[in-house]
């Protein structure tokens, strides 16, 4: 499995972004999720997926304002960031699992990471 991420950028705050996530060679039966990472910070889980659509989960910080959708014709997770606050801004990065996880907010349970794509909310 291959993950390329792509789409930040900067954007001010109210502002919206989509960032994709091409995961090649994840079958229906994986999951997709995505993390951001602050200077500073920790890893956060932001959003995560099953490829076969049983699921889809955001973190309270993010819910409301992001969207996941999947194309999967494409092996495509796209994150649809609409209403950007300045403690947006990060390194988001796209993750996968060949099977669903039940602790899907936890960074360490993913094996396979894309390279991140930067996006700046500010003013």
């Known amino acids: 499995v291959q993950l390329q991420a792509s789409g930040g950028g900067f954007v001010q705050p109210g502002g919206s972004l989509r960032i994709s996530c091409v995961a090649s060679g994840l079958t229906s039966n994986g999951g997709v999720g995505w993390f951001r990472q602050a200077p500073g910070k920790e890893r956060e889980f932001v959003a995560a997926t099953r490829m076969n659509g049983a699921r889809t989960v955001y973190s309270d910080s993010v819910k409301g304002r992001f969207t996941l959708s999947r194309d999967n014709a494409k092996n495509t997770v796209h994150l649809q960031m609409n209403s950007l606050k300045p403690e947006d801004t990060g390194v988001y990065y796209c993750?996968?699992?060949?099977?669903?996880?039940?602790?899907?907010?936890?960074?360490?349970?993913?094996?396979?990471w894309g390279q991140g794509t930067l996006v700046t909310v500010s003013s």
């Open positions: 993750a996968a699992r060949l099977t669903w996880h039940v602790a899907y907010y936890n960074p360490s349970n993913y094996i396979y």
